[in-house]
């Protein structure tokens, strides 16, 4: 039998090799999304060239290519630095008493042609005035997970964002849900889905733009604010992000 030293010991060997496992992961990762659309904007970048030094007009589709892929690519590092001023602690949060109302209307402003695209209809349901946090990071927790709601729900569907003060085991707080009635995603995926980079449909989410990190800096963002962010799924029923912040006034 092992004495309690020993089990410690093997307890930090096993989370250093974890905490190794994942930054291998994550650097493999960052790699891979990397050079996917930089080798996209070379590969068009040289034919370009080389069309204009045999003096053959450019060709637009090249460049709109090349200018999709440069967005994707600027999009992927704002996150990726985001991501990282949330977990370090640098980016240090300034909460307020905010207008639900408000702020979840500004937050959608921003989607709208998406919605449009996808003819999708966006409901909200207020049903407690205020809450104290940041507002920039409840706008991006709001604007990720509704964005995400969009991208993977086939065209027409409905996403309600609710804003309720409800009480669970761990007492009175209030309570986002951003419900879609969407394909759902099986139990086996749900405990991955905040992991960084991680996608059900990798092609389909770059295709959409997406840099896999909106779950993981929703979480983070519910984590710098003591609170959390669940998921509940129901195959061909829909999905349910529900995010908790905890009750605070000053």
């Known amino acids: 039998m092992g004495t309690p030293g020993n089990t410690d010991n093997i307890d930090v060997i ?3 090799k974890k905490a190794e496992k994942m930054r291998i992961e994550f650097v493999a990762n960052v790699s891979h999304e990397l050079r996917t659309p930089l080798t996209s904007i070379k590969g068009y970048t040289e034919t370009l060239l080389q069309d204009l030094e045999e003096g053959r007009t450019a060709d637009p ?12 690519l600027l999009a992927l ?4 630095l985001d991501l990282s001023a949330i977990e370090s602690g640098a980016d240090e949060l300034h909460p307020a008493t905010l207008d639900l109302q408000e702020i979840t209307q500004h937050a959608l402003h921003a989607l709208q042609l998406n919605a449009e695209n996808k003819h999708s209809t966006i409901l909200t349901e207020v049903l407690t005035p205020n809450v104290f946090a940041d507002p920039k990071r409840v706008e991006q927790v709001i604007t990720n997970l509704v964005d995400n709601a969009i991208k993977y729900c086939p065209t027409g569907s409905t996403v309600t964002v609710r804003w309720t003060l409800d009480r669970d085991e761990q007492g009175e707080a ?3 849900r951003v419900i879609d009635n969407g394909p759902g995603i099986a139990e086996k995926y749900l405990d991955r889905l905040f992991e960084r980079f991680y996608r059900l449909d990798k092609g389909r989410s770059r295709e959409s733009g997406g840099t896999g990190l909106g779950l993981s800096i929703v979480k983070h963002v519910m984590q ?3 609170g959390s962010v669940t998921v509940e799924s129901t195959l061909g029923k829909g999905t349910t992000f529900i995010c908790r912040f905890p009750l605070q006034t000053s």
């Open 61 to 72: 589709e090249f460049l709109k290519i090349i200018l999709k892929n440069s967005n994707r």
């Open 174 to 176: 209030v309570f986002l």
């Open 224 to 226: 710098r604010h003591d």
């Open 77 to 80: 590092i704002n996150d990726l």
């Open 14 to 16: 096993a989370a250093l």
